[in-house]
């Protein structure tokens, strides 16, 4: 139910369009990626939220918000990259 929820599936296909950039880029700039994604739910109402019980939803805020998505964004990267894909060929 969860995964086919609009603001989730505009998340995962807002990471998959950053992710190339992402595994490519310096350090300093991975930060602002990760910030664009989040700013961009954001901006659309939409909120990062946690599962606390059967029935309760709470917002996680900025912080995790950041570390969940900096994961999203790693997330396949490294199988990418042995299936052959360089680095250099995505510049």
Known sequence: M????PGN???RKLVEQQKLRYGTCR?????????NVIEHIRKRH????????????Y????????QKT???LREG???MYRN????SDLL
């Open 9 to 11: 599936v505009l998340y």
């Open 2 to 5: 969860t995964n086919s929820h």
């Open 84 to 87: 052959g894909v360089e680095k």
């Open 27 to 35: 350090k300093p700039e991975k930060g602002d990626i990760a910030r």
């Open 59 to 66: 917002e996680i805020g900025d912080e995790m918000a950041f």
């Open 77 to 79: 990267l490294a199988k």
């Open 46 to 57: 939409g909120r990062f939220l946690k599962k606390r019980d059967r029935n309760f939803w």
């Open 70 to 72: 900096s994961q999203t």
